[in-house]
């Protein structure tokens, strides 16, 4: 079982920058990959970076390749998404999620969610 905890969302202007932290109980933690999920009102949830277990393998969705950067601290049981650059259009409820399968761009790969943190992009 793991439990994931986001945190780091909040309100920031267009080219701003935030980092998303998410906090992982549980002792395997490091036999997950880790993905980053967005969900903006009306629309379905969608993939945004992911990581393998060792942190040493990277993935982003096009719109956000660039601008974001995704990684872990295996030691602290932590994955991170950082955002630099943001657009409006970045709006959204950001979700990490663990996925003992390995990383993929679909959510029904993931095992395990967390609740969500909104992050806001005023223009």
């Known amino acids: 079982q793991v439990q994931l905890v986001e945190s780091g969302g909040g309100l920031v202007q267009a080219g701003g920058s935030l980092r998303l932290s998410c906090a992982a109980s549980?002792?395997?933690?490091?036999?997950?990959?880790m993905g980053w999920f967005r969900q903006a009102p009306g629309k379905e949830r969608e993939f945004v970076a992911a990581?393998?277990?060792?942190?040493?393998?990277?993935y982003y969705a096009d719109s956000v390749k660039g601008r974001f950067t995704i990684s872990r601290d295996n030691a602290k049981n932590t994955v991170y998404l950082q955002m630099n650059s943001l657009k409006p259009e970045d709006t959204a409820v950001y979700y990490c999620a663990a996925a003992f399968a390995g990383w993929d761009t679909v959510v029904q790969v993931y095992d395990y969610w967390g609740q969500g943190t909104q992050v806001t992009v005023s223009s």
């Open positions: 549980g002792r395997t933690f490091s036999s997950y990959a």
């Open positions: 990581i393998s277990w060792s942190g040493g393998s990277t």
